[in-house]
């Protein structure tokens, strides 16, 4: 099954997983921490009380965190991981989920995009992917791809119970982000 197919198909914690996870992964261009989105993920278990308060207090902490400098590309992929950031919905239900889903999953796939050396594609090629026609995609939006596809799966099987792997497939990807960041700072390729 696509990737855009399991959105469609996502309940309201699937739809919340999967854009909480695709920001996580990002959150380093953000000057983000590790910790910062656990109060968001502690409320994917509980029925979204809080939802709306935790976010605002996500967001003031993002704002003041520095982001990594740079011009161009940089500033691109902080753009996309800050549109991720300014999409999260007020209320864990309804529309504003599918639509922040969406969102997150265009833009961690293109920072993975533009982050791979390897990789010439647009937003078409973006878009491909998402529909289930993955073959050429570099490593860097293949793996993202897979970790999108994979938290979608874990909710859609095991519900709460499927949220601490979820974070775990997210806690990986950023680390492999945050490790392709930190290379390209120093000028040393993919």
Do not use: N, Y
Request: proline share 3%.
């Amino acid at each position: 099954m696509s990737l855009v197919e399991l959105i469609a198909q996502a309940d309201e914690r699937g739809l919340a997983a999967s854009g909480l996870a695709c920001l996580d992964r990002c959150v380093p261009l953000l000057g983000g921490g590790d910790d910062v989105l656990r109060p968001l993920w502690a409320g994917l278990v509980d029925d979204g009380d809080g939802w709306g308060e935790r976010v605002a207090k996500i967001r003031r902490e993002l704002e003041s965190g520095t982001a990594p400098g740079g011009a161009g590309e940089a500033e691109d992929v902080v753009g996309l991981a800050r549109r991720m950031l300014d999409a999260v919905p007020g209320e864990r239900s309804g529309a504003g989920l599918r639509a922040w889903a969406e969102v997150c999953s265009v833009a961690a796939l293109r920072i993975h995009q533009l982050l791979d050396p390897l990789d010439r594609g647009g937003a078409e090629a973006v878009d491909a992917c998402r529909e289930g026609r993955a073959d050429g995609a570099s490593h860097l939006v293949a793996a993202e791809l897979r970790r999108q596809v994979t938290v979608l799966e874990l909710i859609a099987g095991h519900g709460a119970g499927a949220v601490r792997q979820a974070l775990d497939v997210s806690t990986e990807g950023r680390r492999v982000l945050r490790a392709v960041v930190s290379r390209r700072a120093r000028g040393v390729p993919g």
